[in-house]
């Protein structure tokens, strides 16, 4: 079974408007990580925060990890059409499984309205 | 190559009939990675190699799916007796090594192989 649950299954907005999305999980884990997935091609790596850290940024992207609720969320501020997308957490070491298997939640559908 | 390659990009079989995956890692990268990809779904692990060796197996649904890496680069993920649930994508990943034996964290994902079994 998957590890990461995230909500909302699906998110509509408008060109400009922040889209947030929640990831949550069930046991300790090393890291939890973000990709990206346009539809008919491969996965992209967004954004990696360690199980000692709350908050990343990387660009239009911020990241924050609740270990003791076990939960992430990442918001793409100023959004885009372009950012029209699947977006997938995943985590490492999920209850004390291999450093290299990342266990990915169902994904969250962000549609960008231009 | 700049990076992760899969071949074929799609592979139609009919059930029972045996197919192969191929995987071509970035190069320099010693952790590859298998995973399986049902529609909406997110990817599901399959099995990781550290170098030629299997570092981690247990995604393996069952003794039909097996995947090597005998020269530490290329690996090929074959499947036997083929099933209609089978289908699905099947997505490789390579990483970087990190000091010691693990892989660096960011795992760089193919296109993907697009399997459907009739």
């Known amino acids: 079974s998957q590890q990461g649950e995230e909500d909302p299954q699906a998110l509509s907005i408008q060109e400009g408007e922040n889209a947030t999305m929640n990831c949550s999980y069930k046991?300790?884990?090393?890291?939890l990580q973000w990709y990206r997935q346009n539809s008919g091609r491969g996965l992209v790596h967004l954004i990696l925060?360690?199980?000692?850290?709350r908050e990343k940024h990387s660009g239009r992207l911020r990241v924050t990890l609740d270990t003791s609720k076990k939960s992430s969320s990442l918001l793409i501020t100023a959004s885009r059409a372009a950012d029209t997308a699947s977006y997938f957490c995943?985590?490492?070491?999920?209850?004390?499984?291999?450093?290299?298997?990342?266990?990915f939640g169902q994904g969250t559908i962000l549609t960008v309205h231009p | 190559g700049a990076g992760v390659s899969q071949t074929p990009s799609n592979k139609v079989t009919e059930k029972g009939k045996y197919v192969e995956l191929r995987c071509d890692p970035i190069?320099?990268?010693?952790?590859l990675y298998w995973y399986r990809q049902s529609l909406g779904q997110g990817p599901e692990f399959l099995i990781y190699?550290?170098?030629?060796?299997?570092?981690?197996d247990s995604g393996l649904p069952n003794d039909r799916f097996f995947a090597v890496r005998p020269e530490g680069s290329v690996s090929t993920l074959k499947i036997q007796r083929t099933e209609r649930g089978d289908s699905a994508v099947y997505l490789c990943?390579?990483?970087?090594?990190?000091?010691?034996?693990?892989?660096?964290?960011?795992?760089?994902f193919g296109p993907g192989t697009r399997l459907l079994v009739l």
């Open positions: 990943a390579s990483s970087r090594p990190l000091t010691g034996q693990k892989p660096q964290e960011t795992q760089y």
């Open positions: 046991t300790s884990i090393n890291n």
């Open positions: 925060i360690r199980s000692n850290e």
């Open positions: 995943a985590v490492s070491g999920a209850g004390g499984t291999s450093y290299g298997k990342l266990t």
């Open positions: 190069s320099g990268h010693t952790a």
């Open positions: 190699f550290q170098g030629t060796g299997a570092a981690d």
